[in-house]
């Protein structure tokens, strides 16, 4: 799937939380008990494109571009134009790694150019501020921390597995490690009515996951490069 089907339907899926999020707000203001009220919340979601660049381990892993979907909300402190904000993201990318596992009987498994997907899912809790407010160009910067999980699934060519089969047959073929880290974004909100607005950002996202068993128990330290498109309702 080309990258731009991969951003449309993140594009797809995230509109389709967010309708969700309004449709469960809206069912649940109506019911007596107990009440949900979203006042002086915006929902939002977006998709967009990934470059990635590598900081550890520095040889023997690539990552390629990726794609990029988010949903999330933010609220208003009342004063100095500051809102807390609260997310959920989404990064798939494919890239290169040179394989190596030791089990725990000691077997150890290695090969190189070995073809993996990956997928990041954070969570993120930061500050924005906006440096116009009140008005239908909202210029804005923004800055917090994430924690989430990053998986690794490997795809072994044939040369791979034949290399790995002539050792056994108990290597990984999957990897999932804990991921957190910090980003700063910046970008505009440009609003269309008193309750909805498009956003226009680019966010850059500093990572690293804990030790990764298939990569000789290295960390993976990365940086995400993010330019995204999204969708803003307030209530």
Same mark, same amino acid.
């Given at each position: 799937?080309?990258?731009?089907?991969?951003?449309?339907?993140?594009?797809?899926?995230?509109?389709?939380?967010?309708?969700?999020?309004?449709?469960?707000?809206?069912?649940?203001?109506?019911?007596?008990?107990?009440?949900?009220?979203?006042?002086?919340?915006?929902?939002?979601?977006?998709?967009?494109?990934?470059?990635?660049?590598?900081?550890?381990?520095?040889?023997?892993?690539?990552?390629?571009?990726?794609?990029?979907?988010?949903?999330?909300?933010?609220?208003?402190?009342?004063?100095?134009?500051?809102?807390?904000?609260?997310? =959920?993201?989404?990064?798939?990318?494919?890239?290169?790694?040179?394989?190596?596992?030791?089990?725990?009987?000691?077997?150890?498994?290695?090969?190189?150019?070995?073809?993996?997907?990956?997928?990041?899912?954070?969570?993120?809790?930061?500050?924005?501020?906006?440096?116009?407010?009140?008005?239908?160009?909202?210029?804005?910067?923004?800055?917090?921390?994430?924690?989430?999980?990053?998986?690794?699934?490997?795809?072994?060519?044939?040369?791979?597995?034949?290399?790995?089969?002539?050792?056994?047959?108990?290597?990984?073929?999957?990897?999932?490690?804990?991921?957190?880290?910090?980003?700063?974004?910046?970008?505009?909100?440009?609003? =269309?009515?008193?309750?909805?607005?498009?956003?226009?950002?680019?966010?850059?996202?500093?990572?690293?996951?804990?030790?990764?068993?298939?990569?000789?128990?290295?960390?993976?330290?990365?940086?995400?490069?993010?330019?995204?498109?999204?969708?803003?309702?307030?209530?």
């Amino acid at each position: 799937m080309g990258i731009i089907k991969k951003i449309v339907l993140i594009a797809l899926l995230s509109t389709s939380l967010l309708v969700c999020l309004l449709t469960f707000s809206v069912t649940a203001e109506a019911q007596a008990a107990p009440k949900f009220n979203p006042k002086g919340i915006t929902g939002s979601a977006g998709a967009g494109y990934a470059n990635f660049t590598v900081k550890n381990p520095v040889a023997g892993f690539k990552l390629d571009q990726g794609v990029y979907g988010t949903i999330g909300g933010e609220r208003g402190f009342g004063f100095l134009n500051l809102y807390l904000t609260f997310g =959920f993201g989404y990064l798939s990318t494919k890239g290169q790694a040179s394989y190596d596992y030791t089990t725990l009987s000691g077997t150890r498994y290695t090969t190189n150019d070995v073809n993996f997907r990956s997928e990041i899912f954070q969570a993120g809790l930061g500050l924005k501020l906006k440096l116009i407010d009140g008005f239908w160009f909202k210029p804005y910067v923004e800055g917090g921390g994430t924690f989430g999980y990053y998986t690794l699934k490997y795809e072994f060519s044939t040369p791979n597995r034949t290399a790995l089969a002539l050792i056994g047959s108990n290597y990984k073929k999957e990897d999932s490690i804990i991921d957190f880290g910090h980003y700063m974004e910046a970008g505009a909100e440009i609003a =269309f009515s008193d309750s909805f607005a498009l956003r226009a950002a680019a966010r850059l996202i500093r990572s690293e996951t804990k030790e990764v068993e298939t990569l000789n128990k290295q960390k993976i330290r990365y940086e995400s490069e993010i330019y995204y498109l999204g969708l803003m309702k307030s209530f």
